[in-house]
């Protein structure tokens, strides 16, 4: 089944391709600049940190709803062992098994592709079995510190939670800009509070994961046109699930990594963040959240921590 027309016509509307050269590899990222970081850092008043990722653990967010995507397998491979000899110091190490994209992620720009293409007009062929992404594989981010700015969706609009089939329209995003106080950025890492992850929070993964509020088809050129840098949210699908139009499978993924190049996570608890903006009544802050540079890899686990 081919993609559709308004597909398409969007598609077309937020291209990057060649925005930033030939050989680029990191999209939108190219919008953070020395300057964007320094006016970033005057956003810290109080030095309040709020930490946004899930624990890692045995019993994390995924159901087996995406195939392959397990949670962190936990194993102890030595325990107080004097590996150099009795009456010596004793080392205890661990190793883990699990999805990259298991818990709180990003996606780099090659998680998706479409029309036998990735970012920057590619070749998804480029994405094999043993190197993984030759281009935009997720260790090309090699570092990841904005001003983030936290659009609080249910808080905008009066509730505690949206709805299972809420799409975040352009329309609820300058709602929550509005609340927030200021206006969207170039350079900015964008955070949309859905209220989502609550579900998770209370135990219930299998409602936090079907059906799920998440970002519009439309939204991608709310975001191209503000030029962010990067966006997250607090769901498993990031945008609405099930979709809009019927059949028509992550097209806000497609339009995100493939055509704009711009950097999407999942899995980010912004319950705390949402607190602590409502207490000091504003809502952008320093945002750290580097990506683990697993080399090729098509997302990374990352520990992203707001300062304030």
């Known amino acids: 089944m081919s993609l559709p027309d308004e597909f398409h016509r969007i598609a077309k509307r937020v291209n990057n391709w060649g925005r930033w050269g030939a050989d680029d590899e990191i999209g939108t990222l190219n919008l953070i600049t020395d300057d964007v970081v320094r006016d970033a850092i005057a956003c810290v008043r109080t030095g309040r940190r709020v930490p946004l990722a899930l624990p890692l653990r045995q019993d994390g967010v995924q159901t087996g ?12 491979v030595q325990i107080n062992q004097e590996i150099f000899g009795p009456g010596t110091v004793a080392c205890s190490d661990d190793a883990v098994t699990m999805g990259l994209q298991a818990a709180t ?27 993984g992404a030759e281009f935009s594989g997720i260790d090309k981010v090699r570092h990841l510190v904005s001003r983030g700015v936290l659009l609080d969706i249910p808080r905008a609009l009066g509730l505690e939670r949206l709805a299972g089939d809420h799409a975040v329209t352009p329309e609820d995003l300058e709602a929550a800009e509005e609340l927030a106080g200021t206006r969207v950025r170039r350079g900015d890492i964008v955070l949309v509070r859905t209220g989502q992850i609550r579900a998770c929070l209370d135990g219930d993964t299998h409602a936090y994961a079907y059906p799920s509020p998440g970002l519009s088809i439309r939204t991608p050129e709310w975001f191209h046109a503000r030029d962010v840098a990067a966006v997250a949210n607090d769901t498993l699908t990031f945008e609405v699930f099930p979709p809009e139009i019927e059949n028509l499978w992550l097209p806000v993924h497609a339009l995100d990594l493939v055509e704009m190049g711009m950097l999407q996570g999942q899995n980010w608890n912004l319950e705390e963040l949402s607190t602590a903006c409502g207490q000091e009544g504003r809502y952008s802050f320093l945002l750290s959240a580097t990506p683990e540079p697993f080399v090729g890899a098509t997302g990374t686990p990352v520990a992203p921590v707001a300062v304030l």
């Open 65 to 76: 709803m995406i195939p392959g995507r397990v949670n962190p397998l936990h194993v102890m």
């Open 105 to 131: 992620h990003w996606d780099a720009l090659t998680h998706v592709s479409h029309s036998g293409r990735i970012y920057n007009g590619r070749p998804a062929d480029t994405i094999t079995p043993h190197g």
